[in-house]
């Protein structure tokens, strides 16, 4: 579904990305592992389409389509989606509003109707009681006055609303207590399967002991420096990034 091809790119004048090559399959889950500063986030943000972020080198085709040659509303509405690991908030924007407005920019782009309000509605009740959110919360500003494990699970409620076919998720762990974890993880879970494709940008083992990766790999200094199965995700647990030190 994705693949990403010795893909260069600059933050600034600097170079962060330096030669990344990565290929995800439909129905696999891949883990990027890697220590702070790695680039790790600056792939997702790569990969989104954001500003200030230029790519120098390299090809990333998602579904067979050139992904670098899209805006990012048009990525989105190819069905991928992009969990961020510092959510932003929206003063003023409901979250209801924003994610229903969201859903029909992108079927509109793709040629489909309108989401009915009822249908909306129902599938925005289901899932905010699948992730323990409640429906007030979400008809605030987005992600405003929300905990940090709030905003995680809000990640995984637009997940499970926009219906991608591929998510990216940086950091969809980080500042999560156990419970929250699980829940964030369950949702992950739901959303996996033969058609759909993930890649799990992720500091540590936890979040894999919740959502089973198929597939790991260790990013270190701007490019994937070893991959592996399952098994990898121990190992770096237990002997950390030392012997990938540049
Ligand atoms: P990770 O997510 O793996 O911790 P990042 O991709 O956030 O790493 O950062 C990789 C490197 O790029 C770091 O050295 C960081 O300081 C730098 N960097 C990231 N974003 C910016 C930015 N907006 N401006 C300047 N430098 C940045
Ligand atoms: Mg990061």
Same mark, same amino acid.
């Given at each position: 579904?994705?693949?990403?091809r010795?893909?260069?790119?600059n933050? @600034?004048?600097?170079?962060?990305l330096? $030669?990344?090559?990565?290929?995800?399959?439909?129905?696999?889950?891949?883990?990027?592992?890697?220590?702070? @500063?790695?680039?790790?986030? +600056?792939?997702?943000?790569?990969?989104?389409?954001?500003?200030?972020?230029?790519?120098?080198?390299?090809s990333?085709?998602? *579904? $067979?389509?050139?992904?670098?040659?899209l805006?990012?509303?048009?990525?989105a509405?190819?069905? &991928?989606f992009?969990?961020?690991?510092?959510?932003v908030?929206?003063?003023g924007?409901?979250? &209801?509003l924003?994610l /229903? +407005?969201?859903?029909?920019a992108? /079927?509109k782009?793709?040629?489909?109707?309108?989401?009915s309000?009822?249908?909306?509605?129902?599938?925005?009740?289901?899932?905010?009681?699948?992730? @323990?959110?409640?429906?007030e919360?979400?008809?605030? $500003?987005?992600?405003?006055?929300?905990? @940090?494990?709030?905003?995680?699970?809000?990640?995984?409620?637009?997940?499970?609303l926009?219906?991608?076919?591929?998510?990216? &998720?940086?950091? +969809?762990?980080?500042?999560?207590?156990?419970?929250? *974890?699980?829940?964030?993880a369950?949702?992950?879970?739901?959303?996996?399967?033969?058609?759909?494709?993930v890649?799990?940008? +992720?500091?540590?083992?936890?979040?894999?002991?919740?959502?089973?990766?198929?597939?790991?790999?260790?990013?270190?200094?701007?490019r994937?420096?070893?991959?592996?199965?399952?098994? *990898?995700a121990?190992r770096?647990?237990a002997? $950390?990034?030392?012997?990938?030190?540049?």
């Amino acid at each position: 579904m994705l693949d990403i091809r010795n893909l260069h790119a600059n933050v @600034g004048d600097r170079e962060i990305l330096k $030669g990344l090559s990565l290929s995800v399959g439909a129905g696999e889950v891949h883990a990027i592992m890697g220590p702070n @500063g790695a680039g790790k986030s +600056t792939l997702a943000h790569v990969l989104a389409g954001r500003e200030g972020y230029e790519v120098t080198q390299g090809s990333v085709t998602f *579904l $067979g389509a050139d992904l670098l040659a899209l805006a990012p509303h048009e990525r989105a509405a190819a069905g &991928l989606f992009l969990g961020f690991q510092y959510p932003v908030e929206i003063p003023g924007v409901s979250n &209801l509003l924003f994610l /229903r +407005t969201a859903l029909n920019a992108q /079927r509109k782009l793709r040629g489909e109707g309108e989401i009915s309000g009822a249908e909306f509605l129902k599938a925005v009740k289901e899932e905010a009681q699948a992730l @323990g959110l409640d429906m007030e919360m979400l008809k605030r $500003g987005v992600n405003v006055g929300f905990s @940090g494990g709030e905003k995680k699970r809000n990640e995984a409620f637009q997940l499970a609303l926009l219906k991608p076919k591929f998510a990216v &998720l940086d950091e +969809t762990d980080s500042g999560l207590d156990i419970d929250a *974890l699980k829940v964030v993880a369950a949702g992950v879970n739901r959303f996996r399967g033969p058609d759909h494709g993930v890649l799990l940008i +992720t500091h540590y083992q936890r979040l894999l002991d919740h959502v089973a990766p198929t597939h790991v790999h260790v990013l270190v200094g701007g490019r994937i420096v070893e991959s592996g199965g399952p098994e *990898l995700a121990h190992r770096l647990e237990a002997e $950390g990034y030392e012997r990938h030190a540049a």
